[in-house]
């Protein structure tokens, strides 16, 4: 009798696994990946203060059902963000990519070309890859001047129109001229400013979004 009441508790044990492991399958196959820089990355402040885990918390909270992966990395440029591209897109296969690179190429002085022919190459993989895609829109402080910033600017609504993407035409529209919402290199958000980024974020992400049946 113990022997049989062990049988069947294991036996239970084994289902009740099972079904978490396909639960956990399940969610897993549904991925937000957000690919970006120092932005994206909670720069100079706690990772759960930053945008991207403020948006996991939202998706969680509302019913929706994706993991949230953050593949951001501080300094990164678009060249950086191309070669590891393919690499994320295989690993997580994900089903929203919200792309938010392009700030270190112009802090350096890259030709705008190269920004525009690479972060066009990212996109090109991610829709390839059967993603879809958010782009971020970001812009330059006044003192790279003005000619040069309004290049770099347009760069985002002319791929979103070609490509047909969503568009967030600033990221940072509500923090960068305010600062107490900017930590003290000017550039960067600080944990006041996050919540923010969210929300100018969250009105274009969220059509693109499937909620859990």
Do not use: C
């Not at 600033?170 to 001229?177: G, S, T």
Request: charged share 15%; glycine share 8%.
């Amino acid at each position: 009798m113990r022997t049989l009441r062990r049988f069947v508790g294991a036996v239970a044990l084994a289902l009740g696994l099972m079904f978490i492991a396909l639960q956990n399958a399940g969610a897993a196959d549904r991925t937000l990946l957000v690919y970006g820089d120092s932005l994206s990355a909670a720069y100079g402040i706690r990772p759960e203060q930053g945008w991207v885990a403020l948006l996991a918390q939202r998706l969680q909270a509302q019913g929706y059902g994706y993991q949230t992966v953050n593949a951001s990395v501080s300094g990164e440029t678009t060249d950086g963000g191309l070669a590891r591209l393919p690499r994320a897109l295989q690993l997580h296969q994900p089903e929203v990519v919200v792309l938010e690179l392009g700030a270190n190429d112009a802090l350096r002085g890259l030709p705008l070309a190269l920004t525009r022919a690479n972060l066009e190459k990212m996109v090109q993989l991610a829709q390839a890859a059967g993603s879809r895609v958010l782009l971020l829109g970001l812009r330059l402080p006044p003192n790279y001047g003005a000619r040069y910033g309004t290049q770099f600017a347009a760069v985002y609504p002319d791929l979103a129109r070609q490509y047909r993407l969503p568009l967030v035409p600033f990221l940072l529209q509500d923090v960068a001229l305010n600062p107490e919402r900017m930590q003290e290199d000017g550039l960067h958000p600080n944990a006041a400013g996050e919540p923010l980024v969210l929300e100018t974020v969250w009105p274009h992400l969220q059509p693109l979004l499937k909620k859990n049946p």
